[in-house]
Structures are given as structure tokens and as C-alpha cells.
């Protein structure tokens, strides 16, 4: 069994596990509730941590990028900041953020229309399973699959490019 130590964290999860449990089973006998809100409170929080994972990824990727107080920083769209935790950067600095910064967006830019959408909507927008899915028109289950085919495309092909994740 997995834990939750945000408490924040935790009541997100017991909350979305009980709407999910009233709209998709809601009809069912009030004896199967125990059962079927501890298989939904189970997967609900595998996602949680499947996220936290991926989306921790992509922040130690381009945390490099940001500055240390700004939450809200989207690194893709600002790249010329003229320090960093280090200090004033130098030319070759800011030249080598730029080259990464470009690379990601190209290869974001180059995934498949679907695997970018729910990419994007998922860890820039920072939308759930459920609300990816009802944004794309699609199931749960497929913007997972196209969540996890864009992060290993991405990997793969930054890799490639020799940028470490």
C-alpha cells in the first residue's frame, strides 16, 4: 500500500476517489461501496505518484532554467534571464541554455499531435487523467498511453541530442 505524506496531497486524492466512486458507482448497492472505494483509492493514488514522478522529471530538467522564487516561471517562454543561483551568467551560459531550451521545444514540437496535447496538458497545465481526458475527447487510459509514449519519445530523443535527464 502506498502513503501520502502531504496532507494537502492526501485529501485531494480521498476527495477525487469519492467522486469517483458516486458518479461511476453510484448505483450499486451500498454493501460493494467499502470494497470498490478501496480499488479506486488504490489506483488513484498510483497515479498520484506516477505523476510526481514524471512531472519531477521534467521540473529537475528545467529547474536549471528558472529562477529559485518563481513559481509560476515557464522556462519555455522566457529564456533571457541575466542571472541564475550562481550569479550573473556569462555569454556561453546563456548560449547553452538557449541551445537546450530550443531543443526541447523542438522535440515537443515534433511529437505526435495527441502524445503533445496530453503532454502539455498534463505537466505544463498541470490537468488530471480525468480532465486531460475530457479536454481531448478521449478516455483516461489513452492519455496515459499518451503521456508515457511522449515522455519516452522526449527522453529518448533529447538523449540523443546529449541532454542528460
Not at 488513484?44 to 513559481?71: G, H
Not at 503533445?116 to 496515459?144: H, I, N, P, Q
Amino acid at each position: 500500500m502506498f502513503a501520502v505524506r502531504e496532507e494537502e496531497g492526501a485529501l485531494d486524492i480521498v476527495q477525487d476517489s469519492m467522486l469517483k466512486l458516486a458518479e461511476k458507482y453510484g448505483d450499486r448497492p451500498a454493501e460493494e461501496f467499502p470494497m470498490l472505494f478501496q480499488r479506486i483509492l488504490q489506483n488513484t493514488i498510483r497515479d498520484f505518484y506516477r505523476r510526481s514522478k514524471v512531472r519531477s522529471m521534467w521540473t529537475t530538467v528545467l529547474s536549471a532554467f528558472s529562477p529559485n522564487d518563481d513559481d509560476d516561471h515557464d522556462p519555455l517562454e522566457t529564456l533571457a534571464a541575466d542571472e541564475d543561483q550562481n550569479g550573473p551568467r556569462t555569454p556561453e551560459s546563456q548560449l547553452l541554455q538557449a541551445q537546450t531550451l530550443t531543443a526541447i521545444d523542438d522535440e515537443i514540437k515534433k511529437l505526435p499531435t495527441r502524445q503533445r496535447e496530453a503532454f502539455l496538458m498534463r505537466y505544463w497545465e498541470d490537468m488530471d487523467v480525468a480532465e486531460t481526458a475530457a479536454a481531448m475527447g478521449c478516455s483516461e487510459g489513452s492519455v496515459k498511453t499518451h503521456c508515457s509514449r511522449a515522455t519516452h519519445a522526449l527522453a529518448a530523443a533529447l538523449s540523443a541530442r546529449g541532454i542528460k535527464l
